[in-house]
Antibody
């Protein structure tokens, strides 16, 4: 059973960089045909896909965030990370890391979710 | 504003049937991309309910069913139970720009 756990600062100042790490257990992030993603949810609002990284390292980001986002893999630690720069209060949200279903299945849905990490942007 | 449009809220009595719609466009649902549905209980991560428009993962009751037609999809819940009270999200893929995954704005179900 794959498990994901987010970690990182819960408070970030405006204009600074939000950094989160997702630790993965129960499977290797460098094996298989999987997309690893970050998804966020502001309080009382819906889900927003931030971006993804494939097992190979290829990335793709939400058009509205791509100028500020970087997602990367650390295969030595079996982790992947999110960096979102120039944050504002609008970036305050619960951030989930996620693994999508096997790419070879042809279906692209979230199979495993982390528990979520609240990040507040405030001075 | 979400790329996929859902009603903000729906309600139904115990034992009744409700339908939650998810309306997209020619760049996502209408382009043939699959729709998936998630249930989110308060304070926890979403859980997959329907994948590939109509398929239920193991463990999901057959009271939940999905369909897709044209630029829209629907989630139907029959025999409503109190524990179905939650937020529901549809998700698909949009092929504009380099392509990206999209979620609906979510629907709050009150039982």
């Amino acid at each position: 059973q794959v498990q994901l756990q987010e970690s990182g600062p819960g408070l970030v100042k405006p204009s600074q960089t939000l950094s989160l790490t997702c630790s993965v257990s129960g499977g290797s992030i460098s094996r298989g045909n999987y997309y690893w993603s970050w998804i966020r949810q502001p309080a009382g609002k819906g889900l927003e896909w931030i971006g993804r990284i494939y097992t190979s390292g290829n990335t793709n980001y939400h058009p509205s965030l791509k100028s500020r986002v970087t997602i990367s893999l650390d295969t030595s630690k079996n982790q992947f990370s999110l960096k979102l720069n120039s944050v504002t209060a609008a970036d305050t949200a619960v951030y989930y890391c996620a693994r999508w279903a096997d790419d070879t299945s042809g279906y692209y849905y979230v199979q495993y979710w982390g528990q979520g990490a609240l990040v507040t942007v405030s001075s | 504003q979400s790329v996929l449009t859902q009603p903000p809220s729906v309600s139904g009595a115990i034992g009744q049937r409700v339908t939650i719609s998810c309306t997209g466009s020619s760049s996502n649902i209408g382009a043939g991309f699959d729709v998936h549905w998630y249930q989110q209980l308060p304070g926890i991560a979403p859980k997959l309910l329907i994948y590939g428009n109509i398929n239920r993962p193991s463990g999901v009751p057959d009271r939940f069913s999905g369909s897709k037609s044209g630029t829209s999809a629907s989630l139907v819940i029959t025999g409503l139970q109190a524990e179905d009270e939650a937020d529901y999200y549809c998700q698909s893929y949009d092929n504009r720009q380099r392509g990206y995954w999209v979620f609906g704005g979510g629907t709050e179900l009150t039982v």
